[in-house]
């Protein structure tokens, strides 16, 4: 018997050495941070928790992303190209031009999380998610939300962007109001160290998966004052003073070699000298609120680092810090306040001329696939698993944020599945890093892009790149070739020089692109894309009312909800009840708004069933004063499913328009089924 005990405890002693000898993994991630902000790759914000990292890790040159937000998150959680999980675009829309683009995190991709739980990993995320459709956010199905994804835990925000002030928030798949003296980047700092105190307390045993998706800094504009203080003189010197010490820091540092040559100040950016003194105030300041939210991410940082280190798991922990694109140059403000003080009333971008400074020393941004645009800083952390000899060094080689996967897989002793909860999975497309840990190659191969029509390919030295403004038709004539080794800052075009070697590295993008579903390229603009989504009406309600506007005037009595009892013909349909009629039929509605051009005509069809005999009226209108209706009909239903479709007039005016149901003067009592509502756009 003792002899069975002794073997069942050694055992026991086994399986936890084991478990132990399995990295913990921290993957952080800022949001819209340019590659030369942090201390580590030249900025002068205050980042000294990160800059420690790099200081005793590894950082690349040349490391990265997928140009915007939503790919890159769905490339970073999957290892497969944003296109192949789902999200070739953003998550405000399905283009409708294939599973590529249905921009929503699909069924044939698994995230690193879904993998990790499969060798015995507990999973945890915080901060920004952004790989679910905004409609089925908005209409709450949490089908494709972090928990449904693999995390055992998760808090943060599922849309792409908040009031830092104010967000509404989302704990596991509750969703509720930010409490009072709220502020977001410390919500995910310190809700972070609580997930890592409980797991330390109570789960020790097992390592750890913890994806932290800061926003951080992405617009809007806010900070907390004491932050802002630190940086309100230090931007007075300008962008053009600004951009220039960056970019010397870089050689110094040896990130760039002493021969590279930064790109020149953008053509859209006036020289700093050339601006009034109101406007140096202004613009000065706006990026100092900008350096304060990575100053409140990085000191976040360092609470994360020290809870690791106060449990003795610091030097167990892979971590992993990135951006998810390049720089954001997008013009935003939309706040109640136009003051310029990262105040909640507050809602603004640091604007172009600042993204160039964070950009140094390449050209463009976010959106984009020239450097400026998908080069991330990359900072890897892990004591136990990188050479020490490698501490404060840089990778010579480059790589791409599908790269992670791979690695976490490498690390866990995982296996990546074929097959998953049913559904055939992509093959993984990146390269493990492990042998960048130890100072080796790991002949990463050709990466591709495509983003809005800009698409790139990186092969060995060669980079084939294409910038594609909106609404313009792409062309090979925009094609760009450079020599990464001599020419990292892509200065030197030689694509004239080498016509054959473009030639051939565009057939292997197409072939790839063709593969993966990114071709034809879709080159219209964003809110074409938009527009043409919004005629794309939620009608079968399978993201419940995702989309619909729904109004209960005060004090009248009924509701709108879904109903998931198959009443028509989907499994959902709208169930539209009325206790008590009011004097307006506008005083319980459901309305949907889009975007029409004058003379266009238009189709709505919808079925519909009741409990009783009623009305409600149906309407096709503008959403301005006045309101003239193209349809305006009253509806009169009875129990029996049955099928409606009217025509519009035509549309008299360019403008916002809305297809409105109208209930508030429906019999008493009556109970309403709505379903396969569809807006057809005809010629006349």
């Not at 492990?434 to 790139?456: C, D, K, M, T, V």
């Not at 038709?473 to 001599?486: G, H, I, R």
């Amino acid at each position: 018997m003792f002899r069975f005990a002794v073997l069942i405890f050694l055992l026991g002693v086994s399986v936890f050495a084991c478990a132990q000898s399995k990295p913990n993994i921290l993957l952080i991630m800022a949001d819209d941070m340019g590659y030369s902000d942090i201390g580590a790759y030249g900025g002068e914000i205050r980042t000294p928790h990160l800059d420690q990292l790099a200081k005793e890790g590894i950082r690349y040159r040349q490391f990265y992303n997928a140009a915007r937000c939503c790919p890159t998150r769905a490339s970073l959680l999957t290892g497969l190209y944003p296109h192949q999980a789902g999200m070739g675009w953003m998550a405000a829309a399905d283009l409708g031009t294939g599973p590529a683009y249905q921009d929503n995190l699909n069924n044939e991709c698994v995230t690193i999380a879904e993998v990790l739980k499969t060798a015995g990993y507990r999973t945890y995320m915080t901060g920004k998610w952004h790989v679910t459709n905004e409609r089925k956010i908005d209409g709450e199905v949490i089908d494709n939300w972090p928990r449904q994804r693999g995390f055992d835990r998760y808090f943060g925000i599922i849309p792409g962007g908040a009031n830092y002030f104010t967000p509404v928030l989302y704990s596991d798949n509750r969703k509720y109001k930010a409490p009072d003296d709220f502020y977001l980047t410390n919500a995910i700092s310190d809700t972070s160290v609580r997930f890592l105190k409980d797991h330390f307390r109570s789960q020790k045993q097992d390592p750890f998966f913890m994806y932290v998706a800061y926003t951080a800094p992405h617009w809007p504009l806010h900070a907390l004052k004491a932050t802002i203080d630190k940086y309100k003189t230090e931007y007075k010197k300008g962008w053009d003073a600004v951009r220039a010490a960056r970019f010397k820091k870089q050689k110094e540092i040896g990130l760039f070699v002493a021969s590279a040559v930064s790109t020149p100040r953008d053509t859209a950016v006036p020289a700093w000298d050339q601006l009034t003194g109101q406007e140096k105030e202004e613009m000065s300041m706006r990026m100092a609120i900008y350096a304060a939210q990575i100053d409140i991410m990085d000191e976040g940082i360092g609470k994360i680092i020290e809870t690791l280190s106060a449990n003795n798991e610091l030097d167990n922990t892979l971590i992993f810090f990135l951006s998810d694109n390049g720089a954001c140059a997008e013009f935003i403000s939309s706040g109640k306040s136009k003051a310029v003080d990262g105040t909640e009333a507050t809602f603004e971008s640091y604007r172009l001329p600042w993204a160039n400074v964070s950009s140094t020393p390449f050209q463009q941004y976010k959106h984009f696939t020239h450097e400026g645009g998908i080069a991330t800083p990359l900072i890897v952390h892990w004591p136990k698993g990188i050479a020490a000899r490698l501490n404060n060094q840089f990778v010579s080689g480059y790589g791409h944020i599908t790269d992670i996967m791979a690695t976490c897989v490498a690390v866990s002793g995982a296996q990546y599945p074929s097959a998953f909860h049913g559904h055939n999975i992509h093959p993984m497309e990146g390269k493990s890093l492990l042998p960048h840990f130890s100072g080796q190659s790991n002949n990463r191969g050709r990466i591709y892009w495509e983003h809005e029509a800009n698409i790139a390919l990186r092969d060995g030295k060669w980079k084939l790149v294409a910038k594609t403004p909106e609404g313009e038709k792409f062309t090979m004539a925009s094609l760009q070739l450079y020599d990464m080794d001599a020419d990292p800052t892509e200065m030197k075009d030689l694509s004239r020089k080498e016509p054959e070697r473009v030639k051939a590295l565009y057939a292997d993008w197409e072939q790839w692109a063709r593969k993966i579903g990114a071709f034809p390229l879709d080159t219209r603009e964003y809110g074409v894309r938009m527009q043409a989504y919004r005629r794309n009406i939620n009608g079968d309600f399978d993201d419940n009312l995702g989309g619909w506007n729904i109004h209960r005037a005060e004090g009248m009595k009924g509701s709108i909800i879904v109903d998931e009892n198959s009443r028509i013909s989907g499994k959902k349909s709208a169930f539209i009840s009325v206790s008590q009629p009011a004097a307006r039929p506008a005083a319980l509605s459901m309305l949907w708004p889009f975007k029409a051009r004058q003379g266009e005509h238009f189709l709505l069809r919808m079925k519909t069933t009741a409990n009783q005999n009623t009305r409600f009226f149906v309407r096709l209108e503008s959403t301005g004063a006045g309101a003239p209706k193209v349809i305006d009909q009253e509806l009169q239903i009875q129990p029996g499913v049955e099928g409606f479709e009217f025509t519009s007039a035509a549309i008299p005016e360019n403008g916002m328009y809305r297809v409105g149901l109208y209930f508030g003067t429906a019999a008493p009592g009556s109970e309403v089924w709505i379903d396969d509502v569809e807006l057809v756009a005809v010629k006349k």
